[in-house]
């Protein structure tokens, strides 16, 4: 039986990048693609203009059945005002799968040292991973409300909520510097105090690692300032995001983050960490290598294809390398020539000396 990996492109650069994504799996996979199928079905602003809604029944039964989920991206002015917008399908499809941790693996290769805008002597080295909670907390809470005159939003967190993402976070940490770092809120929220007295109960399960906190403002400047001190960073929903998106000015854009979505068990989701770049969507100007590299993570996590996996990675780092670089790493290369220079190396390990 063929694996089935279903593709959600979704809206502005995503079916851009997600096109490109697959011709490099195509391409690095070989003979060993006749073993999978990859088929793309309407999300998000596509899922409302197609379907009627951002997670038709259709995509959501897809989902359930598939061996892998690739997303491109979601949402753009078009449907903001929308009454179902393309942000509540890709809340409601992480829910469904139970999606409840996201894996945001933040590094910055040598070919990025110099084009960050943070001093090359603070970034080099720089490797960590945001485990961020993904199907609870403000995001989800209830009751919410939204009036004329006043609107409110719900944190809550459940211990068990709690429990397992910390988990999540130290039995990756146990594959690496074995440092934990939990950032909350603690001063201030409830939720927060819940959360870091449950990361020490859970710190315990796992005697070879150490576990500090730290409040979410001050692991904000840290992450830039001193980079190199994490390992595996946990947070809930929000934060994480946050914090994310911040990590992206270490290697310089959000063009080269993928990340990783997990259940209980079940089927994994692999998409970017940025979101649809309206502003530059249709141009063929964006940054695919969150998309490669988020197929290098399922080909790696999903379906063992540890070398494939790795390929796909060398591949991007020696284009880019070779100084093949989009307009938001300060190049000229358009999508699609980036992707064909991919392809080039992966085939033959050429076509990159430009
Ligand atoms: P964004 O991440 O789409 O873009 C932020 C900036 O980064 C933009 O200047 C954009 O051009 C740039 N950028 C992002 N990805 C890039 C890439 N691959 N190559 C080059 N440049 C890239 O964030 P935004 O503009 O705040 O949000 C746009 C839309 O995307 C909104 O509707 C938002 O809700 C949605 N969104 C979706 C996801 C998702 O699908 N998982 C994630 C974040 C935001
Ligand atoms: C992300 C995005 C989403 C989030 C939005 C689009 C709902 O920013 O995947 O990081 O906040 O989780
Ligand atoms: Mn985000």
């Known amino acids: 039986m063929k694996k089935k990996i279903v593709v959600l492109a979704g809206d502005g650069i995503g079916p851009e990048i997600s096109a490109s994504a697959l011709k490099v799996m195509e391409a690095a996979l070989g003979q060993a693609a006749k073993d999978f199928e990859w088929t793309n079905y ?5 899922g409302i203009d197609e379907k009627g809604a951002p997670l038709p029944e259709e995509t959501l039964t897809a989902c359930h059945q598939a061996d892998a989920i690739l997303l491109g991206a979601i949402g753009g002015p078009k ?13 409601a499809l992480r829910k469904a799968l139970n999606l409840f941790a996201n894996i945001r693996p933040i590094q910055v290769p040598e070919v990025l040292l110099p084009l960050s805008p943070v001093k090359e002597t603070i970034v080099r080295g720089t490797d960590f991973i945001i485990v961020r ?3 609870s907390g403000i995001y989800f809470g209830e009751p919410r409300h939204l009036g004329e005159k006043e609107a409110y939003d719900t944190n809550r967190y459940h211990v068990d909520e709690i429990k397992r993402i910390v988990r999540q976070a130290f039995k990756i940490a146990q594959t690496r510097k074995k440092k934990v770092l939990s950032v909350d809120k603690a001063n201030v929220l409830a939720t927060s105090k819940l959360w870091r007295q449950v990361a020490e109960e859970v710190a315990l399960e796992f005697p070879d690692c150490t576990l500090a906190h730290q409040y979410v403002d001050s692991a904000a400047m840290k992450i830039i300032q001193n980079p190199t001190d994490f390992d595996v960073i946990v947070t809930e929903n929000l934060f994480g995001d946050i914090l994310s998106d911040e990590a992206s000015v270490l290697p310089g854009t959000l063009g080269v983050l993928p990340s ?9 989701l692999y998409e ?15 940054n695919p290598v969150s998309m490669i590299l988020s197929v290098a993570m399922m080909l790696r996590e999903s379906f063992e294809q540890i070398e494939i996996a790795a390929a796909i990675e060398t591949a991007c780092f ?3 390398e070779a100084g093949v670089l989009t307009t938001d790493l300060g190049g000229q290369a358009t999508t699609t020539e980036f992707t064909d220079k991919v392809i080039d190396y992966l085939k033959k390990g050429e076509g990159t000396n430009e």
């Open 42 to 46: 309407a999300f998000g602003g596509a």
């Open 260 to 268: 990783a979505s997990y259940g209980v068990s079940g089927v994994a």
């Open 133 to 135: 909670e993904l199907t």
């Open 318 to 320: 020696k284009v880019m």
């Open 79 to 91: 449907w903001e005002k929308a009454e179902q917008t393309p942000e509540m399908g890709l809340l």
């Open 272 to 286: 970017p960490i940025h979101g649809s770049a309206p502003d530059i969507a249709g141009k063929n100007i964006a």
